[in-house]
């Protein structure tokens, strides 16, 4: 069960088969070995880099410690909530769901504590939007998504994450036109680097396959 009691969703389960996309995750860059001393920036730098490499316990310890720093910091909770959403959907994998609701809702709370400091933080509206569609709440997650791509004009990546996790929660509203727009955006978009590599492809593939399931559905009408 989660341990930290830094932060503390309601039970959800995977979303639909297309959930089972391997996530558009942060890209997080960090370098070097643990020195001591470490600046504020240095501990999220650290964080980031041993969150790359799935040492997530390291990483929760650096963004831990760089919140006793700073109890306010923005990049630390959106750190942590980039490990407790990688940690939730494990156990989702695993169904596990109290594991996994504990998770989501630590992830959420983490996010919702980076906004407060930093409303435009385009990485906890992402990670909120991402935490949302995991656990099936499509309607709480368009806000934050529909506001990340307001904010992610000039970062391509984070523009493209958020069309990828937008049009899945459309999706899961029944609001299938503009969830195929989006998801068509998404397709559009994946620069050619990325479309040559295997995982992208298949990933593509999948995008493709769900586009055409929803191809001919009628858009939900609101209850």
Not at 1 to 10: G, L, Q, W, Y
Not at 48 to 70: P, S
Not at 105 to 113: F, G, K, N, T, V
Not at 136 to 142: I, K, N, T
């Amino acid at each position: 069960m989660p341990r930290s009691s830094r932060v503390s969703a309601r039970p959800g389960r995977s979303l639909l088969a297309f959930a089972a996309l391997a996530p558009l995750a942060l890209v997080f860059c960090g370098c070097g070995g643990p020195p001591t001393g470490l600046s504020l920036e240095e501990q999220i730098n650290l964080g980031k880099y041993y969150f790359a490499n799935q040492k997530y316990d390291f990483a929760e310890g650096m963004f831990v410690r760089a919140l006793d720093k700073h109890p306010k910091y923005p990049p630390a909770y959106v750190g942590l909530g980039s490990i407790y959403c990688v940690r939730g959907q494990a156990a989702l994998a695993a169904k596990q769901l109290p594991q996994a609701t504990q998770w989501m809702r630590m992830a959420e709370e983490s996010y919702q504590l980076a906004l407060q400091g930093d409303a435009k933080n385009v990485d906890a509206l992402l990670g909120l939007g991402q935490v949302f569609v995991e656990v099936r709440r499509g309607d709480q997650a368009v806000p934050y998504l529909e506001r990340a791509l307001e904010v992610s004009a000039k970062l391509p990546a984070c523009a493209l994450r958020a069309r990828y996790y937008l049009g899945i929660a459309l999706a899961l509203e029944g609001q299938y036109t503009p969830a195929r727009v989006r998801l068509q955006e998404f397709l559009q978009m994946l620069p050619p680097r990325e479309a040559q590599d295997a995982g992208a492809r298949e990933e593509r593939r999948k995008i493709e396959d769900l586009l055409k399931e929803i191809s001919n559905r009628p858009d939900r009408k609101p209850s």
